[in-house]
T-cell receptor
Framework: NAGVTQTPKFQVLKTGQSMTLQCAQD?????MSWYRQDPGMGLRLIHY???????DQGEVPNGYNVSRSTTEDFPLRLLSAAPSQTSVYFC???????????FGDGTRLSIL | DAKTTQPTSMDCAEGRAANLPCNHS???????VYWYRQIHSQGPQYIIH???NNETNEMASLIITEDRKSSTLILPHATLRDTAVYYC??????????????FGRGTQLTVWP
């Protein structure tokens, strides 16, 4: 099992550009989520999904879109990148929202 | 949200037990206590969780007080690889953020040789 795979590992964008952070899991987990981690702020929930076709907002959803067309994939889209979105992004999955979560290794995103 | 309070930092000698405390005085009766850790530059790693009873697995032990207002994570024989930030989390179940894990600042554990 590869677990939770995030791509890319690093990315530099210019303000206004768009991009998609990829997240895939091979554990057949229903629950998936995206967090961002900033210095001194801990991890904050962006969006989550309880199954294919179902998504909802977390604590800091503005500027991000998600979709869940398959159980395996949960991409995070930045529509128009802003410097405030410079962060480390983690994707996680679990059998359910109250089950242990498995995290990917993160995507380090810098927006100039 | 039922939030947690942890010391900012702790240290421990290699081979000794590391005891990491957590206060969660507003925990509700059906909320679990989870522990995760994050080694530098890596994603968080699940360690253990519990509701009322003490729990043990291959990584650690979790001791929850009878009133459930605090808990202690015990790493019985700490190694240098256990140096990490440890997060104590109470699982929140709200209608708008189902099952959200609230990550606070955590405790930076440093294991020294």
């Amino acid at each position: 099992n590869a677990g939770v795979t995030q791509t890319p590992k690093f990315q530099v964008l210019k303000t206004g550009q768009s991009m998609t952070l990829q997240c895939a899991q091979d554990m057949n987990h229903e629950y998936m989520s995206w967090y961002r981690q900033d210095p001194g702020m801990g991890l904050r929930l962006i969006h989550y999904s309880v199954g294919a076709g179902i998504t909802d907002q977390g604590e800091v959803p503005n500027g991000y879109n998600v979709s869940r067309s398959t159980t395996e994939d949960f991409p995070l889209r930045l529509l128009s990148a802003a410097p405030s979105q410079t962060s480390v992004y983690f994707c996680a999955s679990g059998r359910g929202s109250n089950q242990p979560q498995h995290f990917g290794d993160g995507t380090r995103l810098s927006i100039l | 949200d039922a939030k947690t309070t942890q010391p900012t930092s702790m240290d421990c000698a290699e081979g000794r037990a590391a005891n990491l405390p957590c206060n969660h005085s507003t925990i509700s009766g059906n909320e679990y206590v989870y522990w995760y850790r994050q080694i530098h530059s890596q994603g968080p790693q699940y360690i253990i969780h519990g509701l009322k009873n003490n729990e043990t697995n291959e990584m650690a032990s979790l001791i929850i007080t009878e009133d459930r207002k605090s808990s202690t994570l015990i790493l019985p024989h700490a190694t240098l690889r256990d140096t990490a930030v440890y997060y104590c989390i109470v699982r929140v179940a709200e209608s708008s953020t189902l099952g959200r894990l609230y990550f606070g600042r955590g405790t930076q554990l440093t294991v020294w040789p």
